[in-house]
């Protein structure tokens, strides 16, 4: 509450109408609090994993299975309207292949076809085949440097997410982030808001003192369920999806000589960095 010399001010100031004074003031001093932590999603977010990575890797694991299933780019548009891989080859036989009669039982086939899958997409990054999307290997690094608490929020199985950071970024890159919450560490995926209270409690946090980025509308979802802000990078496949929700919507993060371009929102910026965050973040 305002303090003894506060009140005086306000005296001082020609004695505004004491509800008038007192939003004045919890506005001058809220804007004051910074920014706490920062929550990213990653594919499709982090770097374009969807369409050069995932899609590729099942392809490849289809391939080696003797399947001939082959998922294009548009299928795989579609595709993406499930959360989660396991889930994805499930409801492609439901709605492609009704009549698969797999070699095994049917959750023990999808567990080592995604299990392959994973391998593969695995070894598309260690080729050096999926790069991170501009800005955020900067952003990170302005995060780290401000002293913001870092965590991940995905559906992405941990093994995928640590190979990425470590191939992208640094061998040690996933001590960056204090809580990477990824794959089944949920029950309930994406737009579940699970994923995102998992990382608030796991940090002692409270949604208002953090900011997400996210790249879908499922992710803006489970976020805003949350209660959490988010800042939206959109890619080929979320571009049309509804981010009404979204503090800014963006095509990328951004860099100095490779400005985005705002999509909804405000921002009198060419890049997201931790000042335009912060400004996002108090309003």
């Known amino acids: 509450m305002p303090r003894d010399r506060e009140w005086k001010q306000r005296s001082a100031s020609g004695n505004l109408p004491l509800t008038a004074w007192l939003a004045k003031y919890w506005s001058n001093h809220l804007a004051s609090i910074p920014i706490r932590t920062l929550i990213f999603d990653v594919d499709g977010t982090m770097a374009d994993t969807e369409r050069d990575g995932h899609r590729v890797a099942f392809n490849r694991a289809f391939a080696v299975a003797g399947l001939d299933w082959q998922w294009s780019t548009s299928l795989y548009g579609e595709l993406l309207t499930v959360t989660g891989g396991k889930e994805r080859i499930r409801y492609y036989l439901n709605q492609y292949k009704p009549n698969f009669d797999p070699p095994v039982d049917l959750d023990s086939f999808i567990a080592q076809l995604h299990a392959a899958k994973t391998k593969y997409y695995q070894q598309l990054l260690v080729e050096g085949n999926i790069p991170l999307r501009p800005g955020v290997e900067r952003l990170l690094s302005e995060a780290r440097t401000a002293g913001l608490r870092l965590a991940i929020a995905t559906t992405s199985s941990l093994s995928n997410v640590t190979a990425l950071l ?59 369920q949350a209660g959490v802000k988010t800042v939206v990078t959109v890619n080929e496949y979320t571009q049309d999806q509804d981010f009404s ?37 108090d309003h």
């Open 166 to 224: 470590e191939t992208t970024l640094a061998p040690d890159a996933a001590a960056w982030f204090e809580v990477i919450a990824a794959g089944d560490i949920v029950p309930a995926k994406k737009p579940a808001p699970d994923v995102y209270h998992y990382v608030l409690d796991q940090m002692g946090l409270a949604a208002k003192d953090c900011l997400a980025i996210e790249d879908s509308h499922h992710g803006l979802r489970a976020a805003s």
């Open 245 to 281: 929700e979204a503090v800014l919507v963006i095509d990328h993060l951004g860099e100095p000589d490779q400005p985005f371009t705002v999509l909804a929102g405000a921002a009198k910026a060419k890049y997201l960095d931790v000042a335009l965050l912060q400004r996002l973040y």
